[in-house]
């Protein structure tokens, strides 16, 4: 089996980074800017054959999307397509996770059932193994299926590279959720999983995400999340 048999849009998964990792990355990697955040894309190669090949990921660059004759809107849009399809992400409730965590029960994802059996109003956005699992805001889709749940908009918190909390704009006031982001950034997250400092919003009617209360730049300026 060769390398190049699985650098192929059909492999390439999403992640996400604040803007400012586009600093430190060569210019030649693919991305798409959302927000304050960019899309980066990676070939994911099966673990069976990672050691086979001597390759466990691959960043997409420039090069690469152009051998597989695609602008990168198609290559983001496959990649979302990709992580759907493979099931990539999974939605918690804040309950469920501390539940899993003190008696070691298998976590079980988001239902309408569950949502109204609650406590802590706050929903999970991330993978089955915790990591890189914040990308999974780009499902819009699931976003649309819990405030249609919620009968509201929700707010988006990007806790870190690895999930993002979900909650009903109701149940806190901004200015709270911004302290306590704030904080989190500051005091609880280590500096390589930050993602960002901004609140978002989704909102039903038009199916993106956008800067909570963005003062900092025209909010038609900048591509939301859609």
Excluded at 205 to 211: P, S
Aim: hydrophobic share 40%; glycine share 2%; aromatic share 8%.
């Amino acid at each position: 089996m060769k390398k190049e048999e699985y650098i192929v849009p059909e492999n390439v998964i999403p992640i996400i980074r604040n803007e400012q990792v586009l600093e430190i990355l060569p210019d030649n990697i693919s991305y798409v800017s959302k927000e304050d955040l960019v899309v980066l894309f990676f070939i994911e190669v099966p673990p069976s054959v990672a050691e086979q090949i001597n390759l466990i990921s691959l960043p997409v660059t420039e090069e690469i999307v152009k051998s597989w004759e695609m602008d990168i809107q198609e290559v983001y849009e496959v990649a979302l397509k990709n992580m759907h399809e493979r099931n990539y992400i999974k939605i918690y409730t804040m309950d469920g996770i501390m539940t899993e965590q003190f008696f070691e029960l298998k976590n079980q994802e988001f239902s309408k059932e569950t949502m109204e059996e609650m406590e802590e109003p706050f929903l999970v956005v991330t993978t089955e193994y915790y990591a890189e699992g914040a990308v999974g805001i780009l499902d819009t889709n699931k976003l649309q299926e819990i405030s249609e749940i919620a009968g509201e908009d929700l707010y988006v918190i990007p806790s870190s590279i690895h999930e993002c909390l979900l909650l009903p704009k109701s149940k806190m006031k901004l200015q709270e959720i911004r302290e306590k982001l704030m904080y989190a950034n500051i005091n609880v997250i280590k500096p390589e999983d930050w993602l960002s400092d901004n609140v978002y919003e989704y909102s039903a009617v038009t199916k993106e995400i956008a800067i909570t209360g963005d003062n900092l730049r025209e909010r038609d300026s900048v591509e939301h999340i859609r």
